[in-house]
């Protein structure tokens, strides 16, 4: 089935630990995104990247990092950096440019990540 | 992109019709509305999405005004698997450097 695959489902960190949110998406799309969601929020922005090897900071991107060495593949990392890394996280992908249809988002099933 | 502005919940009966407001007063000609929808600890879902004219797919039907300023999504028979949170977004046609999710407004449905 095509789509876009978040794991793990649930991690934890510890104080001092960096941690990496994987996602993956086999539907060819060029763009991809990280958001950050709080309880009863809405989602924020962390990075995005429209092609690979590019990436841009949402307006969250403190405490986080993330790559883009393949078209499918785009982790997060919650660095120690990230004092407050308790929340949902939801990765996207949508096709780059052009069309009305090509800012529909595709959203995995997210991470719930949580601090020990 | 232009701001939006929904209620933050709304309550509807189970097999009535939903309607869920957005107003985008501030919305430029080249500015599409898209709706999602999340449902509890889970991804955002697209639903829809228009210009100008009224769209109806297999899921809801939009109703943007003449002046489009504002849009309505409409459930036509809602169910309780319809309670969500449903974000209304404007966006210009392929800008996908970034999208901002709002608040959104969360649809109960009550049987």
């Known amino acids: 089935d095509g789509g876009i695959t978040q794991s793990p489902k649930y991690l934890f960190r510890k104080e001092g630990q960096n941690v990496t949110l994987s996602c993956e998406q086999n539907?060819?799309?060029?763009?991809m995104y990280w958001y950050r969601q709080d309880p009863g929020q809405g989602l924020r922005l962390i990075y995005y990247s429209q092609i690979v090897n590019d990436f841009q900071k949402g307006d969250i991107a403190e405490g986080y990092s993330v790559s883009r060495e393949k078209k499918e593949s785009f982790p997060l990392t919650v660095t120690s950096a990230q004092k407050n890394p308790t929340a949902f996280y939801l990765c996207?992908?949508?096709?780059?440019?052009?069309?009305?249809?090509?800012?529909?988002?595709?959203f995995g099933a997210g991470t719930r990540l949580s601090v020990l | 992109d232009a701001k939006t502005t929904q209620p933050p919940s709304m309550d509807c009966a189970e097999g009535r019709a939903a309607n869920l407001p957005c107003n985008h007063s501030t919305i430029s000609g080249n500015e599409y509305v898209y709706w999602y929808r999340q449902i509890h600890s889970q991804g955002p879902q697209y639903i829809i999405h228009g210009l100008k004219n009224n769209e109806t797919n297999e899921m809801a039907s939009l109703i943007i005004t003449e002046d489009r300023k504002s849009s309505t999504l409409i459930l036509p028979h809602a169910t309780l698997r319809d309670t969500a949170v449903y974000y209304c977004?404007?966006?210009?046609?392929?800008?996908?450097?970034?999208?901002?999710f709002g608040a959104g407004t969360r649809l109960t449905v009550k049987p």
């Open positions: 977004i404007v966006r210009v046609a392929g800008n996908n450097n970034d999208m901002r």
């Open positions: 539907l060819n799309h060029d763009a």
């Open positions: 996207a992908s949508s096709a780059r440019g052009g069309e009305a249809a090509k800012n529909i988002q595709y």
